[in-house]
């Protein structure tokens, strides 16, 4: 369990997230960042740190934390499946671990490059959690015409064509981390994840050209991708990155030790 402050722990977690109905009015600004840490703060000020108990769908528990803070585990939303999306870990772990998230979202790298990797290590390679990635390719709306976040999302759908969804998933990731480093504050619908890149992507994964190139350019998943952001929606969602955790919500790139404090106590 986490020894940090609690009122720094708390501001903190709160800022990690892109929310969907600030966005537009960020994007006119050049320091897009700070200012949509402060309005992700005000969006998710009453959300929960963290859950301290076994759940059933629909409930909640109170308990007490091993700080002594009395916290409620939020209950379980009913309707999150998995779908057809393409599991990462054992089908038959008892945890489920969804995530919504877009590709060029700043707080979706962060998680991707800090806490995804302690997840997979400590629980998805030991058969605990089984991880799904779901999108919500929200940010083009605000693109003047672009459509990244749409095209990374269906590129990554025609991998999964040639049994390689989660190593370009990490590859456009990878990619976004990069921009972002070279752009900050401007890595979003900056022209990075074009067609030329995404199919270059494709080729440093060795998948066949002609097969991934003719899925890409013909938008043979554009509906797939647009029904999850749909699903996601109707099951709330409002912000990247959102995740599942047997059903219960938690929105941002939260601490490692949060999640982990969740996942053990479904895992009892």
Not at 14 to 28: A, F, N
Not at 44 to 65: N, Q, R
Request: proline share 4%; with cysteine; aromatic share 10%.
């Amino acid at each position: 369990m986490s020894t940090k402050n609690d009122k720094k722990e708390e501001n903190s977690w709160k800022s990690q997230k892109e929310p969907l109905l600030e966005v537009e009015e960020t994007r006119k600004r050049d320091y897009f960042l700070p200012i949509s840490i402060l309005i992700a703060g005000v969006l998710i000020a009453g959300a929960l740190i963290y859950s301290t108990g076994k759940k059933t769908v629909g409930s909640a528990e109170t308990k007490k934390a091993d700080n002594g803070l009395v916290v409620q585990a939020p209950a379980a939303i009913q309707g999150v499946e998995i779908g057809d999306s393409v599991i990462l870990g054992d089908p038959k772990a008892s945890v489920t671990f969804i995530e919504y998230a877009d590709y060029q979202c700043p707080f979706c790298t962060s998680f991707f490059k800090e806490t995804e990797p302690l997840l997979i290590k400590d629980y998805v390679d030991k058969g605990n959690v089984k991880m799904v990635y779901k999108d919500f390719a929200f940010l083009d709306q605000f693109a003047g015409g672009k459509n990244e976040s749409h095209l990374a999302a269906e590129a990554a759908a025609c991998a999964a064509d040639q049994g390689k969804f989660w190593d370009y998933h990490d590859l456009i990731f990878k990619t976004e981390i990069a921009d972002q480093q070279a752009n900050p504050g401007k890595s979003e619908n900056n022209g990075n994840l074009n067609v030329e890149k995404l199919e270059s992507l494709a080729q440093e994964l060795g998948l066949n050209k002609n097969q991934f190139n003719s899925c890409l350019e013909s938008n043979k998943y554009k509906d797939k991708i647009q029904k999850e952001v749909v699903e996601a929606q109707a099951l709330g969602v409002k912000a990247t990155p959102t995740f599942f955790i047997n059903g219960q919500k938690f929105e941002g790139a939260l601490p490692y030790p949060q999640f982990k404090a969740t996942i053990d106590n479904l895992l009892k």
